[in-house]
């Protein structure tokens, strides 16, 4: 068909069919750079840095996040690694006249990068900034009336937000107190993270992206079925989990998440499917080390 179109037409269609050929082109380049940036080659590592870390950081995360602390060295020294790696890349502001110290950065990264920690790609790359208020928060978003009519409840005060478009909104004072709290299974900063992570594929279904892609299959049957098991319990007052993720399969991701790291014997003796799943993604095993 090409060799018919340069042919035939003389040098009119000839110069149209290049730039046929040339847009395609582009935009297949556009697309695989659009592809690239959202989904790294299997391969791509994150370049840790070599530099020495700052005295006081181990300290914080130490006084600040609790988790951390059964970690062994190693991967300790993994955490701070990342948590580098996370301030460099991630613009963090502060918001109703907070400062941002040294304290609040390392211990909402070292929380955010917990999650990280054994991961293949361990980044958020669809994270474009981290808002910390001094205090609980109300969405701006729900301020407004939709164009649509569509009629929102009142606005009220939240601890953590993630939005779908990259940013992810905290109170500081729950941060620090879910840091500080190793055993509630309540801590807002995994549960935000793991929204972003969630959304990484551009979909907030509760469904991260998996490796390999036939983990799907089981991921889906398993989460399914508890989500449907918590949201009974939920109404029966019977759930011990916490009953905000019976909202929708997202939050249950979220709320699974924080009992993983939280509460990880419990949640192996009351669901050891999900911890079995989550254990597999995090690739990480609270309860057994
Ligand atoms: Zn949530």
Same mark, same amino acid.
């Given at each position: 068909?090409?060799k018919?179109?340069?042919?035939s037409?003389?040098?009119? /269609?000839?110069?149209?069919?290049a !730039?046929?050929l040339? $847009?395609? %082109? *582009? &935009?297949? =380049?556009m697309?695989?750079v659009?592809?690239?940036?959202r989904?790294?080659?299997?391969?791509?590592?994150?370049?840790?840095r070599?530099?020495?870390?700052?005295?006081?950081?181990?300290?914080?995360?130490?006084?600040?996040?609790?988790?951390?602390?059964?970690?062994?060295?190693?991967?300790r020294?993994?955490?701070?690694?990342?948590?580098?790696?996370?301030l460099?890349?991630e613009?963090?502001?502060?918001?109703?006249?907070?400062?941002?110290?040294?304290?609040?950065?390392?211990?909402?990264?070292?929380?955010?990068?917990?999650?990280?920690?054994k991961?293949?790609?361990?980044?958020?790359?669809?994270?474009?900034?981290?808002?910390?208020y001094?205090g609980t928060? /109300?969405?701006?978003?729900?301020? !407004?009336?939709?164009p $649509?009519? %569509? *009629? &929102?409840? =009142?606005?009220?005060?939240?601890?953590?937000?993630a939005?779908?478009?990259?940013?992810?909104?905290?109170?500081?004072p729950?941060?620090?107190?879910?840091?500080?709290?190793?055993?509630?299974a309540?801590?807002?900063?995994?549960h935000?993270?793991a929204?972003?992570?969630?959304?990484?594929n551009?979909v907030?279904?509760g469904?991260?992206?998996?490796?390999?892609?036939?983990?799907?299959?089981?991921?889906?049957y398993?989460?399914g079925?508890?989500?449907t098991?918590?949201?009974?319990?939920v109404?029966?007052?019977?759930?011990?989990?916490?009953?905000?993720?019976?909202?929708?399969?997202?939050?249950?991701?979220?709320?699974?998440?924080?009992?993983?790291f939280?509460?990880?014997?419990?949640?192996l003796?009351?669901?050891?499917?999900v911890?079995?799943?989550?254990?597999?993604?995090?690739?990480?095993?609270?309860?057994?080390?």
């Open positions: 068909m090409l018919t179109l340069f042919t037409g003389g040098g009119g /269609v000839v110069i149209l069919g !730039a046929v040339l $847009t395609v %082109a *582009i &935009y297949g =380049a697309r695989l659009a592809l690239s940036l989904y790294p080659p299997l391969g791509a590592r994150v370049r840790l070599a530099d020495p870390i700052p005295p006081e950081w181990a300290a914080i995360v130490e006084r600040n996040v609790v988790l951390a602390r059964r970690l062994p060295p190693a991967d020294e993994r955490l701070l690694r990342l948590v580098q790696v996370f460099d890349e613009p963090m502001e502060g918001c109703n006249g907070l400062e941002l110290t040294e304290e609040i950065r390392v211990t909402i990264a070292a929380q955010a990068s917990l999650l990280l920690l991961l293949r790609y361990p980044r958020y790359p669809r994270l474009k900034r981290i808002l910390v001094p928060f /109300v969405p701006h978003r729900l301020e !407004a009336p939709a $649509t009519g %569509a *009629i &929102y409840q =009142a606005p009220v005060p939240e601890l953590g937000e939005w779908g478009s990259g940013t992810v909104v905290l109170s500081w729950s941060s620090l107190s879910g840091g500080r709290n190793r055993s509630d309540h801590n807002v900063v995994l935000e993270f929204h972003e992570l969630d959304q990484e551009g907030a279904d469904v991260p992206i998996l490796e390999p892609p036939s983990s799907y299959r089981v991921w889906g398993v989460m079925q508890h989500f098991r918590h949201r009974q319990l109404e029966q007052a019977a759930e011990k989990l916490d009953p905000y993720g019976a909202t929708n399969r997202a939050e249950f991701f979220a709320v699974v998440t924080e009992a993983f939280e509460q990880p014997h419990e949640l003796r009351e669901a050891p499917e911890y079995e799943e989550l254990r597999k993604f995090y690739n990480q095993d609270p309860a057994g080390g």
